[in-house]
């Protein structure tokens, strides 16, 4: 079967550093996607990788590993409103999205 | 603004009632999707279309049921409503033209309790 597995909850604290985790076993690969979802909100996308690697935007990066089939979510200076799940999702052979249950990221001042 | 409107927000029915929850895109994406989003689990694919006029069976379709007329809607319906579709219910749409290789734009989601 296929599978994403995620953390379901972290805690950090305001101003520090979280890295969210994702690892998957899927029937192939065709890249990975993170989504963010504040509570009763839709998810928005926040980064897309097919290549091993680290893929920065801000304060937000990504980092992929195809061969460990791995992928991390990392949040520099975290601010209050970065408080929401992060959904990890995975692209399979036939296209098709599957998706991580999200990991709910509680910050604290 | 561009986007996807869902409609109803939230909506309370009762079992073996028949429910549409409408959904509009103003962006021209080829590709639509309807997801269900229950406690605990990942968003599941229930019907998706890549274009108008043809549609598909994702992971959970039993007691749904979809239609893409146009571009633009892609209504979702269930024909007799069962408490276990009591659930938040999310549109999206995607610009890829390859199924769910693109970024998903969604809707703001549609609350249903059915009791």
């Known amino acids: 079967g296929q599978n994403i597995d995620q953390p379901t909850e972290m805690t950090a604290t305001e101003g520090a550093i979280v890295q969210i985790n994702c690892t998957y076993q899927?029937?192939?690969?065709?890249?990975l996607f993170w989504y963010q979802q504040h509570a009763g909100e839709a998810p928005t996308f926040l980064s897309y990788?097919?290549l091993d690697g680290l893929e920065e935007k801000g304060r937000f990066s990504s980092f992929l590993s195809r061969s460990k089939g791995y992928s991390y979510l990392l949040l520099k200076e975290l601010q209050m409103k970065d408080s929401a799940s992060y959904l990890c999702?995975?692209?399979?052979?036939?296209?098709?999205?599957?998706w991580g249950a999200g990991t709910k990221l509680i910050i604290k001042p | 603004i561009a986007g996807i409107t869902q409609a109803p927000t939230s909506q309370i029915l009762a079992a073996g009632r028949r429910m549409t929850l409408r959904c509009t895109q103003d962006?021209?994406?080829?590709?639509m999707y309807w997801y269900r989003q229950d406690l605990g689990l990942g968003l599941r694919l229930i019907h998706y279309?890549?274009?108008?006029?043809?549609?598909g069976k994702g992971e959970v379709p039993d007691g749904y049921s979809v239609s893409r007329a146009n571009t633009d809607d892609f209504p979702l319906t269930l024909a007799s409503a069962v408490p276990s579709q009591t659930s938040v219910y999310f549109c999206?749409?995607?610009?890829?033209?390859?199924?769910?290789?693109?970024?998903?734009?969604f809707g703001e989601g549609s609350r249903l309790t059915v009791l």
């Open positions: 999702a995975v692209v399979d052979s036939n296209y098709q999205l599957i």
């Open positions: 990788n097919v």
């Open positions: 899927t029937s192939g690969f065709n890249g």
């Open positions: 999206a749409s995607s610009d890829s033209g390859d199924h769910d290789t693109g970024e998903l734009f």
């Open positions: 279309s890549n274009t108008a006029g043809t549609t």
């Open positions: 962006m021209r994406h080829n590709a």
